[in-house]
């Protein structure tokens, strides 16, 4: 997982005039409205368009406003940097994301794979339908679609490269299903998303559930249809004894989203002590049942994991001060009444903020832009009665979104590497996918139930 806005291979050139119009679109207009803001927003399109990290542009920028206005002293932005890490919640962090790596360093993810192909292998199309069945049960374990993306994909495309499939059918479909990742729980952005909004981590996860199978089924009738129309085959004759032997080898890793999801819901666990849970599950089952991660192995799984997780917090740190200073000068506020004086109608509204996080998720990594978009979108989305917890499923869907779209689109980066495919490539295969996504994140944003109904049986 990265936060840079510089991605291998380079910035598409269609990044810079994006960012030059945007950022002088709103620039013009915090100007025009009399705000100090303008400035803010100026350097860090500025920091970006000059290829600057996305945190380091951010906490650059509010480091220069606060210099420049001075509306207060220089140490509170380190003040608030650091209130923005101190937090509980975001312990899980490091935790879900050891959790995955250490599955995916333990080889779990190919005992998981058998087990999916033996499943539903036998359908047409068979291993598009095993790649988002894998990817279903993996989310239950890792909540990033990049750990996804770069664990599974490695697998999953060299698998249906062998069995005749096209490159870009095997890739696309693989960053599809990457994004159910951090729907279905556990979920790294919704740990962040409720850590902004103070909202309830354990009600985000459960309301992910029935979201992230929807998001499942969508995209298997689409491969269904695709391997209809082009001929795909049926990989594999559906048996029981061959489903018994791989679900027996893979029994003990499938218990891994039952300890998670389980405890949280029974209340045994808070997220955070799940994830930590889930670690130590993880390293019982890859140091001790099947003996496949070695000290050096683990020790160069430590070290990821702590390259991945500071960069993270540092994205969430240095986004804290910029959201700080947005609501300090009550941009929020500003943008609230922008929208409610236009209309009031919820479904208008949720529309628009659903088109603002979509551009936002092409241009910007998901922690940060969840970091800021909450203090900016989610006044709004409660003025007009949406649920926070409904809210932040909408959230992270808009910005999985992101990451399939370029410049950013962080897992088609990796896909591109993996698979020694053109990011060009990648995108043009990952397409089509998009279509079964946007319906099904239509669905959820205008039918509640879809994933308040789990929250509100369990918690409410």
């Known amino acids: 997982m990265t936060v840079s806005p510089m991605a291998p291979g380079g910035r598409p050139k269609i990044v810079a005039p994006v960012i030059i119009v945007a950022g002088t679109?709103?620039?013009a207009w915090l100007a025009w409205t009399?705000?100090?803001?303008?400035?803010?927003?100026?350097?860090?399109?500025?920091?970006?368009?000059?290829?600057?990290?996305v945190a380091v542009s951010l906490g650059g920028a509010s480091l220069l406003f606060v210099y420049v206005t001075g509306q207060v002293p220089d140490f509170v932005v380190a003040h608030r940097m650091i209130n923005g890490v101190d937090s509980f919640p975001l312990l899980a962090i490091p935790f879900f994301i050891l959790a995955g790596t250490l599955m995916n360093g333990a080889g779990i993810t190919y005992r998981l794979f058998n087990f999916a192909n033996a499943l539903m292998g036998w359908m047409r199309g068979g291993l598009g339908h095993v790649n988002i069945g894998a990817s279903i049960i993996f989310s239950g374990m890792s909540g990033a679609?990049?750990?996804?993306?770069?664990?599974?994909g490695t697998i999953e495309i060299k698998a249906m490269r062998e069995r005749g499939y096209d490159s870009d059918f095997a890739i696309g479909i693989t960053a599809a299903s990457s994004t159910i990742g951090p729907i279905i729980p556990p979920s790294l952005p919704m740990v962040i998303?409720?850590?902004?909004?103070?909202?309830?981590?354990?009600?985000?996860?459960?309301?992910?559930?029935?979201?992230?199978?929807?998001m499942a089924a969508t995209l298997m009738i689409m491969v269904a249809w695709i391997a209809r129309r082009r001929g795909y085959p049926r990989d594999t004759q559906f048996s029981l004894r061959r489903l018994w032997s791989t679900f027996t080898r893979a029994f003990l890793s499938l218990l891994t989203p039952l300890i998670i999801i389980g405890g949280i819901i029974s209340g045994a666990f808070t997220p955070t002590e799940a994830a930590i849970a889930a670690v130590v599950y993880a390293l019982f089952l890859g140091a001790v049942v099947y003996r496949t991660l070695p000290p050096r192995r683990l020790l160069r799984i430590s070290m990821e994991t702590i390259e991945t997780t500071a960069i993270i917090l540092l994205?969430?740190?240095?986004?804290?001060?910029?959201?700080?200073?947005?609501?300090?000068?009550?941009f929020t506020d500003q943008f609230a009444g922008l929208l409610t004086a236009y209309t009031d109608n919820q479904a208008i509204i949720l529309l628009i903020m659903t088109l603002i996080m979509l551009v936002v998720g092409c241009f910007m990594e998901t922690v940060a832009a969840i970091t800021i978009?909450?203090?900016?979108?989610?006044?709004?989305?409660?003025?007009?009665?949406?649920?926070?917890v409904h809210f932040g499923v909408i959230m992270v869907l808009n910005l999985m979104i992101g990451?399939?779209?370029?410049?950013?689109?962080?897992?088609?980066?990796?896909l591109s590497r993996v698979s020694g495919v053109s990011f060009e490539r990648c995108m043009r295969g990952t397409i089509p996918f998009l279509i079964p996504l946007v319906i099904s994140l239509l669905l959820i944003t205008f039918i509640p139930e879809i994933s308040m109904w789990l929250p509100s049986l369990i918690y409410r």
């Open 373 to 388: 978009l909450v203090p900016v979108l989610l006044p709004v989305a409660v003025q007009v009665g949406v649920d926070p």
């Open 403 to 414: 990451l399939l779209t370029p410049p950013v689109g962080m897992v088609l980066y990796v």
């Open 315 to 330: 994205v969430v740190a240095a986004a804290s001060i910029f959201a700080w200073i947005l609501i300090s000068n009550q």
């Open 25 to 27: 679109l709103l620039s």
């Open 145 to 152: 679609a990049v750990a996804d993306a770069g664990g599974l």
């Open 34 to 53: 009399e705000q100090d803001l303008g400035f803010l927003f100026a350097a860090l399109f500025t920091m970006l368009l000059a290829g600057i990290p």
């Open 193 to 214: 998303y409720g850590v902004m909004a103070s909202a309830s981590i354990g009600q985000l996860f459960v309301a992910g559930l029935i979201p992230g199978l929807l």
